[in-house]
C-alpha cells in the first residue's frame, strides 16, 4: 500500500493507494510513515488544481471497497456534476427504487474516497447538510467551493 498526505485547504488528507488504484481518502492525515507512488502525487496534484478552481473533475483510477450495492451507489455520485446536488431521495430513484433512500444514505456515507468520489453532493430534500464523514463543516465548505451552497441556497440537480 502506498501513502502520501496532502495538507489542504480543509485539512490534512491521507491518500491510499494501491498497485493501480486509489483505494481511501481519509480526513485525519495523521501517520507517521509515507509512502507515496507515482499515483498518490497525481491524486495530490488532482486535488490541489480542485481546490485552486483550476479542475471541476478527477481522472484517476478508483478501486474503493464495498458491495455491489455500496459501488453502485458511488457510481451514481460520479454522475453528479460540479456545482450541482442532489437529494437521498432523488439518489435512491436513480438506483431504481424509492426504497433504498436509507441503505443508499448509508452507503454514502461508506463511501472511502470522499472529494473524489463526491458524496458531499448528496444533500436533505430539504436543502439540509444531513452529515458527512468528514464533519458536516467540511461539507458545507466543498457546496461552497463548488457554488452549490451560496447563502442559504441550494442549486438542486434535476
Known amino acids: 500500500m502506498y501513502q502520501e498526505v496532502y495538507k489542504s485547504p480543509i485539512g490534512d488528507l ?15 492525515g495523521s501517520i507517521d510513515s ?10 495530490i ?3 490541489k488544481e480542485y481546490f485552486s478552481d483550476e479542475r ?8 474503493p471497497e464495498g458491495t455491489e450495492f455500496q459501488k453502485s451507489v458511488w457510481n451514481q ?19 431504481g427504487d424509492i426504497k433504498t433512500i436509507r441503505a443508499a444514505g448509508t ?4 463511501n472511502k474516497i470522499p472529494i473524489i468520489i463526491p458524496c458531499h453532493r448528496v444533500i436533505g430534500k430539504d436543502g439540509s447538510m444531513v452529515g458527512f464523514s468528514g464533519g458536516v463543516w467540511r461539507k ?13 441556497q441550494m442549486k438542486i440537480f434535476g
Open 14 to 28: 491521507l491518500i491510499s493507494s494501491d498497485a493501480d488504484s486509489i483505494i481511501s481518502i481519509e480526513f485525519d
Open 34 to 43: 509515507h509512502n507515496p507512488s507515482a499515483l498518490t502525487s497525481e491524486c
Open 45 to 47: 496534484s488532482q486535488l
Open 56 to 63: 471541476n473533475s478527477f481522472d484517476l483510477p478508483l478501486n
Open 77 to 95: 455520485l460520479l454522475e453528479i456534476p460540479f456545482g450541482k446536488s442532489i437529494s437521498y431521495s432523488k439518489l435512491a430513484v436513480s438506483l
Open 107 to 110: 452507503a454514502n456515507g461508506k
Open 140 to 152: 458545507e465548505w466543498l457546496l461552497k467551493h463548488e457554488g452549490i451552497l451560496q447563502g442559504e
